[in-house]
């Protein structure tokens, strides 16, 4: 799968399965259904600081939440 711009730094698989979630130096979030291979939404969360953006992505273990970390000094919680 072509996705990011930059470093791929962080991967999550959702409790079902289903999704991917990687998370990039070129700032974003990139959420992939696992099953057709394609990018389902794109999130731009965070800055860069240092040439580095995001740093962690997770799932909720059973609610619909995403969360991300980033250099610029944010932790995100998107539902």
Excluded at 30 to 40: A, E, F, G, I, P
Aim: hydrophobic share 45%; aromatic share 8%; charged share 20%.
């Amino acid at each position: 799968m072509v996705a990011h711009l930059d470093a791929v730094t962080s991967l999550a698989v959702d409790p079902n399965g289903i999704y991917l979630m990687s998370g990039s130096h070129d700032c974003s979030l990139r959420l992939w259904n696992l099953d057709s291979k394609t990018c389902v939404q794109e999130i731009t969360a965070h800055r860069k600081k240092s040439e580095e953006a995001i740093y962690d992505v997770a799932f909720h273990p059973s609610k619909a939440y995403i969360a991300s970390a980033g250099a610029d000094a944010l932790a995100r919680v998107y539902v």
